[in-house]
């Protein structure tokens, strides 16, 4: 017979009631202000230049350039079932233990019912279950595939299980349902701590060297030296790397072009094989490592997203990873931000081989600056994310919100407030 005793009507009610307040206080979003003071409000979002937010079915606003950042937060299913609402004060009150039982009971009533499932899932997490936690969040979506908070949840069980890349896929789920500060967090934490599951990569097993013209096993030695380093720094920085070797061909009858100035899409070509002049070249420049750098992550980002990549995030991660000065190509664009002459990165998707020099030169640019920006507001672990999701076969303009809960609306224009923001004097070095 069981020992536990039923609670008495009083201590039932304010078990209901602190369920009710917790319902309430989950569901609320909170803006944090530049001076470091936060409201809590009921939902709060972005609309123009401004911040607009509902409170106690009160419509307010205040300008953007008060607010810090806004969080937000899942709220859990809404419910009146008294037992969930008695297991949610007892969670709350640190007894994930007894919310348990008041769970099983609302599943005797009604095995489908999502917020009882959601809400044992939280406390077998809790008590250190995140198999049966799954299991939970498991028939939960078969309720509601859309449950935004049991795609976070699932993520947490499957972290504690040890299934990373599971989670990762839960919480990039969740945050395409819904923007969740609290999921960002956690998506931006898993990331970086996924790549050092990979194997140190082997040299001999990860390039193959061939040669155009004459061979030079000196500077054909030295190349894989730049490019090891390279694939290692990459593997870190990305969590992945090519399955297959890649082919590097040394053109050593065709002359490499001495201008640092020269942008690197002028040279070197990789078709799958990485190909670079190098006539006279005894050992790679610091030009030549910039090629072989930027060629690298092309196959890099290729082999990620199967080729699903949008050229000006191809380029521009390429960019960025070779070590290109995202500040001057900032410098350069700022200018044509303000006169409204900077190309939407929606219409630079398709290949740049036809622009002319002037246009391609802009559009590598404008991909560089770009993907700083999305490293300046998302972090590295952002770009890793939107390979991700660019890997899972999401056309772009889903796979913007899954990644980095940002529209490609929104992330046009918060690049370009941001060249807008730079000093003109700045600006026309």
Known sequence: MSSLRPPSFASALALIAAGLLLARSAAADSITLIDGRTIEVDRAWYEGNEVKYEKAGLLAGMPKRLVKAINTKTPPSATTDPDILAARARMAAGD??????????????????????EAIAEAYLKVGSPHKARDALDRALRVDKGCARCHSLRGDALMA??????????????????????????????????????????????????????ANEALGNAVLDVLYEAYTEYSKRLGSRPELPVTVELQT?????????????????????????????????????????????????????????????????????????????????????????????????????????????????????????????????????????????????????????????????????????????????
């Open 161 to 214: 299980i040890g299934d990373r890349v599971g989670a990762e896929m839960a919480y990039q789920r969740s945050l395409s349902l819904r923007q969740d500060t609290e999921v960002e967090r956690k998506l931006s934490a898993l990331a970086p701590t996924a790549a050092p599951t990979l194997p140190p990569p082997s040299r001999a097993a990860q390039f193959r060297i061939r040669y155009e013209g004459a």
């Open 96 to 117: 994930p233990g007894e919310a348990i039982n008041f769970l099983l009971k609302a599943l005797t009533r009604d095995p489908q019912s999502l917020p009882a499932l």
């Open 253 to 429: 009858g065709a002359d490499p072009v001495d201008d640092a100035r020269t942008p690197e899409w002028a040279e070197g070509i990789n078709d799958g094989t990485i190909r670079v002049p190098a006539r006279g070249l005894d050992a790679p420049t610091p030009h030549l490592v910039r090629i072989l750098r930027h060629e690298l992550a092309h196959s890099f980002v290729a082999d990620r997203t199967g080729g699903n990549c949008p050229t000006w995030l191809q380029e521009g991660i390429s960019q960025w990873l070779e070590g290109g000065d995202p500040s001057r190509e900032d410098q350069r664009l700022a200018i044509a931000a303000r006169q409204k002459q900077l190309v939407p990165l929606l219409t630079l998707e398709g290949p740049f081989r036809n622009l002319s020099e002037f246009d391609a030169a802009m559009a590598y640019a404008e991909s560089l600056s770009a993907v700083a920006h999305i490293v300046r507001k998302r972090g590295e672990a952002g770009v890793v994310r939107l390979l991700s999701a660019l890997a899972d076969g999401l056309p772009s303009e889903e796979a913007l919100p899954v990644a980095l809960a940002l529209s490609y609306p929104e992330l046009q224009k918060g690049w370009e407030d941001y060249l807008k923001s730079l000093p003109a004097e700045a600006a026309a070095h």
